[in-house]
């Protein structure tokens, strides 16, 4: 079965410093990986997508992806209060029609 | 970024009643999708279309059903809600070509008491 897990958390941070959030994920065909922000009783809003190994910044955010180690991570900088949300890592696997398959979310909370 | 527009918000709704979800995206979007995401859990696929006419269940079964008879619409029904069916729906879409990212409506709460 094929499948993305993610730290539950609750990862805390104070503010100001680097968030990571990480994902792995079983299938090494993958080739779309995306992070998503979703606050408490919302919907998910999309931060990134990645599709190449590395990194992709945009403003405080930064994705990596390594697949052939099959983990993709999220780093936020200079973590604000406002930045305390679920993340949720969201993978294409091969086969799947284009279909994302979620993980469960990594709960951020940033601290004054 | 995609304007894609689901009504109720909130509903609550007795058992054995007939509800139909609504979900509208006006950026043209081929691909649309129900979701279904229980409170601190994971989203699931419940059902997909990728144009006029196309409808397939997803990887979670539900007792819902859908219809995609115009691009921007894709309605959700359920026959008889059941207390089980509280949950949240979520609608998302994304475009045919180019990148596959999707994007979503703010949801529906549904309480079936």
């Known amino acids: ?112 | 970024e995609a304007d894609i527009y689901q009504t109720p918000r909130y509903l609550v709704i007795g058992t054995g009643k007939k509800i139909t979800l609504e979900c509208s995206q006006t950026m043209g979007h081929d691909k649309m999708y129900w979701y279904q995401q229980d409170p601190g859990m994971e989203l699931h696929l419940i059902h997909y279309s990728y144009g006029v006419n196309s409808t397939e269940k997803g990887d979670l079964s539900s007792e819902s059903t859908v219809s995609r008879i115009r691009t921007e619409h894709f309605p959700l029904t359920l026959e008889s809600a059941r207390p089980s069916h509280t949950s949240q729906y979520l609608c998302a879409s994304s475009e045919s070509g180019g990148g596959y990212e999707q994007y979503f409506g703010p949801g529906t709460r549904l309480t079936v008491t």
């Open chain 1, 1 to 112: 079965q094929k499948e993305v897990e993610q730290n539950s958390g609750p990862l805390s941070v104070p503010e100001g410093a680097i968030a990571s959030l990480n994902c792995t994920y079983s299938d090494r065909g993958s080739q779309s990986f995306f992070w998503y922000r979703q606050y408490s009783g919302k919907s998910p809003e999309l931060i990134m997508s990645i599709y190449s190994n590395g990194d992709k910044e945009d403003g405080r955010f930064t994705a990596q992806l390594n697949k052939a180690s099959q983990y993709v991570s999220l780093l936020i900088r200079d973590s604000q209060p406002s930045d305390s949300a679920t993340y949720l890592c969201a993978v294409i696997f091969s086969g799947s029609a284009r279909q994302l398959t979620f993980g469960s979310g990594t709960q951020l909370t940033v601290l004054p």
